[in-house]
């Protein structure tokens, strides 16, 4: 295992530097990262160094380590904190113990009660570790949590949210029958039971939310004699994924379906309907199969309860379908927003070879371009884009679909999601240089304010702290704390030089309410302390403002 990372924090360099100096950090398997004196350093030391250990002084000047102690716990939970202080004081080690303080020391430390201490800790950590890295242990969990991510997987296929390349993958692992010729999807619902009906079934009378529970059981106790299928429960239905070898089969599937209503209405007392979709030949299609059993199990209205309905024997031959849906507009999107031209063009051949290798009726193909083309408008709608820009002057999309060929409708198709993507990545970009200048000009009204933090200018530009904190440093190649520091100081660099206030004036009107600390921060930025600064000759004065942001 490689070495743990070390931040020690306290406000005396001599007691800092002898601790790092006395332990032999690297055969404790430690290593000592970085150091601070005070807990506003020390918590800008971890943002950027991440240690394993933070091992701190209580009694500093500015942030003190009980504090620093409750901003680590909140932002970084893993890190183990060891707190020594000259205090003798129980309400100190209480408040250790509330934050989940490793270790509370008290002043002097020996080195020999110090190694003993990372001794115990390493071990402590060496533990975690391997726990994290326990294969057994994490193939455990996964088997335990097994039933939850095939239930999640198979939603995922109804809805049509599971990527063609995850399917294959996972549907092994989920125990699906991948040499399966055909799929189908039906649904078995328990519509309300009378009231007699209820008297005579005892404890379902009072136990209604048990009843889909009951015709799952059913489902799986006689189905089974008639067909290979999974099983699950979602949104009040029994949900039936069956699998066959010949197109023929779904015959059985409506007998064994007929036989679930009738023997689970009885259980039930109440009427029990199935409704079965169509026969696809993949996975990946399983989503039409499953709207098509809903629309199945309506005609119950119709054709009475108490009975499987299969969608082929009420409408029209639906076998070949041509539908956009959900997971292709996803896969378009991504690819408009994230991917290059290349992935463009990969996801709009797909699409194009999906559907030119059947023999699609030309309504069906004219309504799927209808659909992709508002999904496209639906993109440029929401960044706001200049839709003259994207499909040229005098757009008119039907004419366009209508009166072209395939070939020529697919190459304008990729070209728009070019442009699209190009005028969404320049929005994005123009978005993030705003967010940016519109922040430092809040930095620029605010500065003085001694309660101005990131939450307060998020809440603000109505972005979260972490989207902006990624994108301010991007753009300006500082944390928000450094360039509020630096406001700061430029604007009492100002005021030394333009009035006679004192420092203490100074430090308020910058939004220190600490002088002390703002002495300390001008002194680490500029190698002066404030009233050495005012009092320097010229020369000095002039190196100092070099350093200062344009």
Same mark, same amino acid.
């Given at each position: 295992?490689?070495?743990?990372?070390?931040?020690?924090?306290?406000?005396?360099?001599?007691?800092?530097?002898?601790?790092?100096?006395?332990? *032999?950090?690297?055969?404790?398997?430690?290593?000592?990262?970085?150091?601070?004196?005070?807990?506003?350093?020390?918590?800008?030391?971890?943002?950027?160094?991440?240690?394993?250990?933070?091992?701190?002084?209580i009694?500093?000047?500015?942030?003190?380590?009980?504090?620093?102690?409750?901003?680590?716990? $909140?932002?970084?939970?893993?890190?183990?904190?060891?707190?020594?202080?000259?205090?003798?004081?129980?309400?100190?080690?209480?408040?250790?113990?509330?934050?989940?303080?490793?270790?509370?020391?008290?002043?002097?430390?020996?080195?020999?009660?110090?190694t003993?201490?990372?001794?115990?800790?390493?071990?402590?950590? *060496?533990?975690?570790?391997?726990?994290?890295r326990?294969?057994?242990?994490?193939r455990?969990?996964?088997? !335990?949590?097994?039933?939850?991510?095939?239930?999640?997987?198979l939603?995922?296929?109804?809805?049509?949210?599971?990527?063609?390349?995850?399917?294959?993958?996972?549907?092994? #692992?989920?125990?699906?029958?991948?040499?399966?010729?055909?799929?189908?999807?039906?649904?078995?619902?328990?519509?309300?039971?009378?009231?007699?009906?209820?008297?005579?079934v005892?404890?379902?009378?009072?136990?209604?939310?048990?009843?889909p529970?009951?015709?799952?059981?059913?489902?799986e106790? #006689?189905?089974?004699?008639?067909?290979?299928?999974?099983?699950?429960?979602?949104?009040?239905?029994?949900?039936?994924?069956? *699998?066959?070898?010949g197109?023929?089969?779904?015959?059985?599937?409506?007998?064994?379906?007929?036989?679930v209503?009738?023997?689970?209405?009885?259980?039930?007392?109440?009427?029990?309907?199935?409704?079965?979709?169509?026969?696809?030949?993949?996975? &990946?299609?399983?989503?039409?199969?499953?709207?098509?059993?809903?629309?199945?199990?309506?005609?119950?209205?119709?054709?009475?309860?108490?009975?499987?309905?299969?969608?082929?024997?009420?409408?029209?031959?639906?076998?070949?379908?041509?539908?956009?849906?959900?997971?292709?507009?996803?896969?378009?999107?991504?690819?408009?927003?994230?991917?290059?031209?290349?992935?463009?063009?990969?996801?709009?051949? $797909?699409?194009f070879?999906h559907?030119?290798?059947?023999?699609?009726?030309?309504?069906?193909?004219?309504?799927?371009?209808?659909?992709?083309?508002?999904?496209?408008?639906?993109?440029?709608?929401?960044?706001?884009?200049?839709?003259?820009?994207?499909?040229?002057?005098? %757009?008119?999309?039907?004419?366009?679909?209508?009166?072209?060929?395939?070939?020529?409708?697919?190459?304008?198709?990729?070209?728009?999601?070019?442009?699209?993507?190009?005028?969404?990545?320049?929005?994005?970009?123009?978005?993030? +240089?705003?967010?940016?200048? &519109?922040? +430092?000009?809040?930095?620029?009204?605010?500065?003085?304010?001694?309660?101005?933090?990131? !939450?307060?200018?998020?809440?603000?530009?109505?972005?979260?702290?972490?989207? %902006?904190?990624?994108?301010?440093?991007?753009?300006?190649?500082?944390?928000?704390?450094?360039?509020?520091?630096?406001?700061?100081?430029?604007?009492?660099? &100002?005021?030394? &030089?333009?009035?006679?206030?004192?420092?203490?004036?100074?430090?308020?009107?910058?939004?220190?309410?600490?002088?002390?600390?703002?002495?300390?921060?001008?002194?680490?930025?500029?190698?002066?302390?404030?009233?050495?600064?005012?009092?320097?000759?010229?020369?000095?004065? $002039?190196?100092?403002?070099?350093?200062?942001? !344009?």
């Amino acid at each position: 295992m490689g070495q743990y990372r070390v931040i020690v924090v306290d406000d005396e360099e001599e007691i800092r530097e002898g601790i790092i100096r006395k332990i *032999d950090w690297n055969a404790l398997g430690y290593e000592v990262v970085g150091s601070a004196e005070n807990g506003v350093e020390a918590l800008e030391l971890a943002e950027h160094l991440h240690p394993d250990v933070i091992m701190t002084d209580i009694k500093m000047s500015f942030m003190d380590g009980l504090q620093l102690c409750e901003h680590i716990a $909140e932002k970084m939970p893993s890190v183990k904190m060891i707190i020594f202080s000259g205090f003798d004081d129980f309400e100190y080690a209480q408040k250790a113990i509330k934050l989940n303080v490793t270790e509370y020391l008290l002043k002097p430390v020996n080195a020999q009660e110090l190694t003993q201490t990372l001794k115990k800790l390493k071990s402590q950590l *060496d533990q975690e570790l391997a726990d994290q890295r326990d294969i057994e242990k994490l193939r455990r969990n996964y088997e !335990e949590s097994l039933p939850v991510l095939r239930e999640q997987f198979l939603v995922g296929l109804l809805e049509g949210r599971v990527p063609r390349q995850r399917v294959q993958a996972q549907a092994g #692992m989920f125990q699906l029958k991948l040499d399966a010729k055909y799929w189908a999807v039906a649904l078995v619902h328990a519509e309300g039971g009378t009231s007699q009906a209820l008297d005579n079934v005892g404890p379902l009378r009072s136990a209604q939310e048990l009843v889909p529970l009951s015709v799952a059981k059913t489902v799986e106790e #006689m189905l089974g004699r008639f067909c290979h299928f999974t099983s699950f429960l979602y949104m009040d239905n029994v949900v039936i994924l069956a *699998d066959f070898q010949g197109e023929n089969s779904v015959a059985a599937l409506i007998t064994g379906l007929n036989e679930v209503c009738k023997s689970a209405g009885r259980i039930w007392g109440g009427d029990i309907s199935a409704g079965i979709g169509g026969l696809c030949t993949n996975l &990946n299609e399983i989503s039409r199969s499953y709207q098509e059993a809903q629309s199945a199990r309506d005609y119950s209205a119709i054709m009475g309860e108490g009975r499987a309905i299969y969608i082929k024997d009420v409408e029209p031959d639906t076998s070949v379908q041509l539908q956009f849906g959900e997971q292709e507009e996803r896969a378009l999107i991504n690819a408009i927003k994230l991917g290059g031209e290349e992935e463009i063009t990969k996801v709009i051949n $797909e699409m194009f070879s999906h559907f030119e290798s059947q023999l699609i009726p030309v309504a069906q193909y004219q309504v799927y371009l209808v659909e992709l083309v508002t999904a496209l408008l639906r993109v440029v709608r929401t960044y706001e884009l200049n839709t003259d820009e994207v499909f040229g002057e005098e %757009f008119n999309y039907f004419a366009t679909i209508f009166s072209h060929s395939p070939s020529k409708i697919r190459q304008w198709l990729i070209e728009s999601c070019i442009r699209i993507s190009a005028q969404v990545k320049r929005e994005r970009l123009d978005s993030t +240089k705003l967010l940016a200048r &519109n922040a +430092k000009q809040y930095i620029e009204e605010h500065y003085m304010d001694p309660e101005i933090s990131v !939450e307060k200018l998020c809440a603000v530009l109505h972005v979260s702290p972490a989207y %902006f904190s990624t994108v301010f440093k991007r753009e300006t190649e500082m944390s928000f704390v450094s360039y509020l520091t630096e406001v700061r100081l430029q604007n009492a660099l &100002n005021l030394l &030089n333009t009035t006679d206030d004192k420092t203490y004036v100074i430090a308020g009107k910058v939004g220190y309410t600490e002088p002390n600390y703002f002495s300390y921060v001008f002194k680490k930025r500029f190698g002066v302390s404030p009233s050495k600064y005012r009092q320097s000759a010229p020369p000095v004065r $002039e190196d100092v403002d070099k350093g200062r942001l !344009e």
